[in-house]
């Protein structure tokens, strides 16, 4: 399949999970077990073959971005736990070239975290022109976890009188405005929201309990986190409504079915590459003749 026809097959597939205006933005208007024509038996193969093709011409895609060092294009994955955001990142950026993607990771922040505003840590990890990143987590968390558990809030040092009725609302626009700050400055950013449901979550749960291999993939506080199920959709729902816009869109990504979450992922970032008219840079006539002198050197030895 050439680049092209790749190309235009990530625009179809990634279409129907793309969200760029929130306002009307339902979660329960994307099912979590939805494959759209695909059924596991049948084009399970299929898939992954489109996702193999898929990863060569990402590559080749980052490797242009790379070389024309204008853009950086920031990718973020959020989810509630065993959604399976390690293995998309896994498998979709698996033919990038390491010296142009960073992946980081946020866990809880640091003593030295909660000393400076909600962005900072995240702001110190953006990706130079000509990268991709990759934040596993990110300063959404503060609008999700924090919001479900008011005790991190507090834990934050704000000022009592910073901290009202519409801290959420002030939040959402913060965010709204440093991602059309990064925008502006040629850092595109891409965000996906991995949408499993809480039944395939338990039979993941379960499965890492009872694999030996797979142990020390659980905590505890997985199983207690399901507890609050229900406000982690409101807040993901809303956090999507809020924050979803033309320039930083959501792709909501089913991923009851992993092969297909990492199809849909993979051609989210094909589709956006491609759309930033990349290509290698030209070289002036200065450099065509510092080329042919230096080839002439090197055949004369």
Same mark, same amino acid.
Not at 118 to 135: A, Q, S, T
Not at 185 to 197: A, C, D, E, M, Q
């Given at each position: 399949m050439k680049t092209k026809k790749i190309i235009k097959t990530a625009r179809e597939l990634a279409k129907p999970f793309r969200v760029s205006k929130g306002k009307n933005f339902r979660l329960k208007d994307i &099912?979590? &077990?939805?494959? %759209?024509?695909?059924?596991?038996?049948?084009?399970?193969?299929?898939?992954?073959?489109?996702?193999?093709?898929?990863?060569?011409?990402?590559?080749?895609?980052?490797?242009?971005?790379? +070389?024309?060092?204008?853009?950086?294009?920031? %990718?973020?994955?959020?989810?509630?736990?065993? +959604?399976?955001?390690?293995?998309?990142?896994?498998?979709?950026?698996s033919g990038v070239n390491p010296q142009g993607c960073q *992946?980081?990771?946020?866990?809880?922040?640091? +003593?030295?975290d909660l000393d400076h505003d909600? %962005?900072?840590?995240?702001?110190?990890?953006?990706?130079?022109?000509?990268?991709?990143?990759?934040?596993n987590r990110s300063y959404y968390e503060q609008v999700l976890v924090v919001r479900v558990h008011p005790d991190f809030l507090a834990k934050q040092k704000l000022p009592p009188k910073l901290v009202g009725k519409k801290i959420w609302e002030h939040r959402f626009e913060d965010i709204r405005n440093f991602e059309q700050y990064l925008a502006r400055?040629?850092?595109?950013?891409?965000?996906?929201?991995?949408?499993?449901?809480?039944?395939?979550?338990?039979?993941?749960f379960l499965d890492r309990i009872d694999d030996p291999l797979k142990n020390w993939k659980f905590s505890s506080n997985d199983a207690n986190e399901r507890d609050f199920w229900d406000d982690y959709m409101e807040a993901y729902e809303e956090m999507i409504q809020e924050t979803a816009t033309k320039d930083a869109p959501w792709y909501v990504v089913p991923a009851d079915n992993k092969w297909f979450t990492r199809?849909? *992922?993979?051609?989210a970032v094909i589709e956006t590459l491609a759309s930033l008219d990349l290509a290698y840079p030209k070289v002036d006539e200065g450099k065509l003749k510092e080329l042919a002198a230096a080839k002439k050197k090197l055949l004369s030895k």
């Open positions: &099912d979590p &077990d939805d494959t %759209l024509e695909f059924t596991e038996k049948a084009d399970k193969p299929r898939a992954k073959e489109t996702l193999a093709m898929g990863v060569t011409a990402l590559a080749e895609l980052q490797d242009k971005l790379y +070389a024309q060092d204008k853009w950086a294009v920031l %990718l973020i994955f959020q989810a509630m736990d065993a +959604a399976g955001k390690d293995g998309a990142i896994k498998h979709v950026m *992946v980081y990771s946020f866990k809880s922040p640091s +003593a030295e909600y %962005l900072w840590r995240c702001m110190k990890h953006l990706p130079n022109r000509g990268h991709i990143g990759i934040f400055n040629s850092i595109v950013v891409r965000k996906f929201f991995l949408h499993i449901s809480k039944k395939e979550q338990k039979q993941r199809v849909v *992922v993979a051609a």
